[in-house]
């Protein structure tokens, strides 16, 4: 990536992170803790979108809070009494995991009064991201590649500026569960068959009326225009500021792409998609891995 079109477009340095939700789907267990601190293997939810973020270039994490997720803020804050307590009882290994933990980036937050949406929610970042492009991870979804989705985007925010929604398709009925876009294809020799041009975006359509396959998924690359658009935006159902709407309002004037992503997507905000991600993590696992493929093997399915 060259200096001069990186200087163009504006170095991506802040990834906002909304963890506002009840997480209602997965009670009783999220009854007394984040969704967010949920375990996928032996990591929280939180840490894989942090580490994909920093694995990425992005130096500072914004945090979107609302009530009952301290967890959240202090699973990235230093806890020396532990960190001592471990290397007092030998443990280093543990200890030096700990203080990884603790170095990833810097990490800000700020607090959702209220659950009013995820446009609602970027919305309250905007004192902390300033100016300048930024990143957004919805923690549910687990995009695993080599090259972070969140790259991707940066990389083709670098080439063409405006912001940029990662997607890939749906087909049938699933499809009504997403915010789906009216696109047209890009040419381009880097990103063939990969990027669009967003020309309109429908919240959870009927599958006969989805304008595309094309779905919207939880990794964004905004430009800080998009603030304004989110203030524009009036409440649609339950009083909710959505995300999509100011998307759907920047692409009809503004310059709005959707990149095709490359790696391997779990919606680990349902209980399948958790599962799922479970399985896949555990299986990558070079401790876990193996044993597991054995027992998987071993099940009378």
């Keep these: 990536m060259s200096t001069a079109r990186r200087a163009r477009f504006g170095r991506v340095r802040k990834a906002v992170l909304p963890v506002a ?32 973020a920093v694995a990425s270039g992005i130096e500072e994490i914004i945090l979107v809070t609302g009530s009952g997720k301290d967890a959240i803020e ?14 007092e009882r030998g443990k280093q290994e543990e200890a030096e995991l700990l203080r990884g933990i603790e170095q990833l980036a810097k990490v800000a937050s700020v607090r959702q009064p209220k659950a009013l949406g ?102 964004y690359l905004l430009e800080p225009e998009l603030f304004g658009f989110i203030a524009e935006t009036r409440p649609g159902r339950g009083g909710e500021i959505q995300l999509t709407d100011a998307l759907r309002r920047a692409a009809r004037q503004r310059t709005v792409h959707a990149l095709l992503y490359e790696g391997v997507h779990h919606d680990a905000g349902s209980k399948l998609g958790f599962l799922q991600a479970n399985l896949h993590y555990a299986l990558k696992h070079p401790e876990l891995g193996p044993a597991l493929r054995a027992y998987l093997k071993s099940l009378k399915l």
């Design 21 to 52: 939700g009840l997480g209602t789907r997965f009670l009783p267990a999220t009854k007394a803790q984040p969704k967010e601190m949920l375990p996928v293997v032996d990591k929280p939810l939180i840490q894989y979108a942090v580490e994909e």
């Design 74 to 87: 202090d699973h990235f804050d230093s806890n020396p009494e532990l960190v001592r307590e471990l290397e």
């Design 118 to 219: 995820l446009g609602h929610a970027v919305g309250c970042a905007r004192a902390l991201v300033g100016e300048e492009p930024f990143a957004v991870l919805l923690p549910d979804d687990l995009i695993d590649h080599p090259v972070p989705a969140t790259q991707q985007l940066i990389e083709a925010h670098a080439a063409f500026g405006g912001s940029i929604i990662a997607t890939e398709p749906v087909q049938g009925p699933e499809i009504e569960r997403y915010g789906v876009m009216q696109t047209e294809p890009v040419e381009d020799k880097r990103w063939k068959d990969r990027l669009f041009r967003v020309r309109d975006l429908v919240e959870k359509p009927r599958a006969s009326a989805a304008p595309s396959p094309y779905v919207v998924v939880g990794r």
